[in-house]
């Protein structure tokens, strides 16, 4: 089924290492994101991209960087983990960075110790 | 700036009883509105928005723009509705500006 995946499913990760989140969709959707899901804080943006080789800043994007490559990737990382970054993180796309709907990956679960 | 609100972090309801989740909005512009709902073990996603106008698992949400509010209503709750529900906003300039309120986390007991 065509859609968006995610990877790893969850990691457990010691401070101060390097994590990279990966994020495929096969949607050929021009706007990809990253999203952090956290209790009591809800869904919050962390950076956007609007087209492949573009990328932008959301709400909370200290201590991540994304890149754009190609369409299909949008990967997330974090240099130098801290254990504020546990999260769920969820990667989404949307068909163009107008109001049309977003579509999420299943999510990883990750626990910076 | 932009702000979605959602007052309830819980709500309960039986099941076959009315059930309202709020959410009320900030922002100066035209919004665009969309409810999201997150289903144990599942990945969020769509449940409507508001230029659809329709009702979907026989949910509905109308825009007020007097009181800025979006609230998501349900006649009759069902057991399978038990999830958790994001109001979002979207404002002018593209889907980056998509605001998320923080959730209400819905139970519908039997």
Avoid at chain 1, 15 to 40: E, K
Avoid at chain 1, 104 to 109: K, L, M
Avoid at chain 2, 33 to 54: A, C, D, G, K
């Amino acid at each position: 089924i065509a859609g968006i995946t995610q990877a790893p499913t969850s990691q457990i990760l010691a401070a101060g290492r390097r994590m990279t989140l990966r994020c495929t969709q096969d949607m050929r959707h021009n706007a990809m994101y990253w999203y952090r899901q956290d209790l009591g804080l809800g869904l919050r943006l962390i950076h956007y991209s609007n087209t492949a080789g573009t990328t932008g800043k959301g709400e909370v994007p200290d201590g991540y960087s994304v890149s754009r490559a190609n369409t299909d990737d949008f990967p997330l990382t974090l240099a130098s983990a801290v254990p504020s970054q546990t999260s769920v993180y969820f990667c989404a796309s949307s068909v163009s960075p107008g109001n049309s709907p977003l579509h999420f990956g299943n999510g990883t679960r990750l626990t910076v110790t | 700036a932009q702000r979605v609100t959602q007052p309830e972090k819980l709500l309960s309801v039986f099941k076959g009883a009315p059930v309202e989740l709020k959410c009320n909005y900030s922002y100066s512009g035209s919004p665009e509105l969309f409810w999201y709902v997150q289903y144990s073990r599942q990945r969020l996603q769509l449940l409507l928005r508001h230029i659809s106008r329709e009702s979907i698992k026989g949910f509905t949400a109308d825009l007020n723009k007097g009181e800025t509010s979006f609230h998501l209503k349900k006649p009759f709750a069902q057991e399978e509705d038990s999830a958790m529900y994001y109001c979002a906003l979207n404002t002018q300039g593209g889907s980056e500006k998509l605001v998320f309120g923080k959730g209400t986390k819905l139970t519908v007991n039997p």
